[in-house]
């Protein structure tokens, strides 16, 4: 679009709104591939990405502008005063107006013939670009939610994630230590075993894995560390969002969010799915970060070793103990209780 080729490298300052509680904060707002990118002021990193087709103005002729994502209800607002920021969105949107399609335009055969293969290729091609690109620039938030929820819909069959007070902190302290910051892990009373990770950085334990006499410790951290790794080897929003479908992604695209009921039936296709697995040289690197021994996670997942040998022989800790283990023998024995009555 020569429109907002024209304005790629505008950048303006603006005030952002993330929900009807949350407290504004300042942002630069700039252009992306077909968005709107807000982004933190010192660390440059995108705080949100607003479809450029859906962004609307909410008060039209005055200043500052405010402006919302088509569809949002309230929940974010983000408002601008820099005049040129303001007349490049203006521009934009009206070529975006001009390029729409008019009823009665395609009238001769040789532009319904376009059309349709237009339409053929649109078909074959969109929808898995359509998934690369939500994907690609899905904000921390958007990916929390729907991870949040798959793990309801887990949570449907399984009954709530345990949550017992004292086990419950043990379990809050460990999501950061284990997994780095924005961490989260949740434990199911049943139907799971092993670990998945789902998007925005939510994995979920299997009860087993807290069973002494089924499984050690080092092994139950290194499931959560295997399934951290691998989702970041394989996005889990991919496998979400092909449950959920092309219509749902493009609402995800244009309004902010799926529609009710696109992940139903997702997170319970995920109780009984084989644990997955990270390949084995960024599966090291992250025991190593966490602190956590790979042996004991091989011998788990196979207990002749023979498909997990690399994971026992580079043991990152086989001759010397971590500086900082990420759980104590007091806090482990807590947190097995988390799921008791």
């Known amino acids: 679009m020569t429109a907002l080729a024209q304005y790629q490298r505008l950048e303006a300052a603006g005030t952002w709104r993330p929900g009807p509680s949350a407290q504004r904060r300042e942002v630069i707002v700039s252009f992306g591939d077909a968005t709107l990118v807000l982004s933190d002021p010192r660390s440059e990193v995108p705080l949100s990405h607003w479809s450029l087709p859906a962004v609307m103005r909410l008060n039209p002729g005055r200043l500052p502008a405010l402006y919302a994502p088509a569809g949002a209800t309230g929940d974010e607002e983000l408002e601008v005063a820099d005049p040129l920021m303001i007349g490049a969105i203006d521009k934009i949107h009206h070529a975006i107006a001009q390029a729409r399609p008019h009823p009665g335009r395609l009238r001769s055969g040789g532009m319904a013939a376009i059309a349709v293969a237009l339409f053929a290729v649109a078909a074959w091609w969109l929808p898995g670009a359509m998934l690369d690109y939500a994907i690609r620039i899905a904000p921390p938030a958007q990916r929390l939610a729907i991870g949040n929820s798959i793990l309801d819909d887990m949570t449907r069959v399984t009954g709530p994630a345990c949550g017992r007070p004292a086990p419950a902190q043990v379990l809050a302290r460990l999501g950061p230590r284990l997994l780095g910051q924005g961490g989260r892990i949740e434990v199911l009373p049943a139907g799971l075993k092993g670990a998945r990770t789902l998007p925005g950085r939510i ?139």
């Open 203 to 341: 994995t979920v334990m299997g009860p087993n894995l807290l069973d002494a006499g089924e499984v050690p410790a080092e092994a139950a951290l290194g499931h959560v560390i295997a399934a951290d790794a691998y989702a970041s080897e394989v996005d889990p929003l991919r496998g979400a969002l092909q449950h959920a479908g092309s219509r749902a992604v493009l609402q995800l695209l244009t309004r902010g969010g799926l529609p009710p009921g696109a992940l139903d039936g997702y997170g319970q296709s995920l109780l009984t799915a084989p644990e997955p697995r990270a390949s084995d040289d960024p599966l090291l690197a992250a025991f190593t970060r966490a602190g956590v021994p790979s042996e004991p996670y091989a011998r788990d997942v196979d207990p002749s070793g023979e498909s997990t040998l690399v994971l026992i022989e580079a043991d990152p800790y086989r001759t010397r103990l971590p500086d900082q283990p990420p759980l104590t023998k007091d806090e482990w024995q807590t947190l097995r209780g988390i799921c008791d009555e």
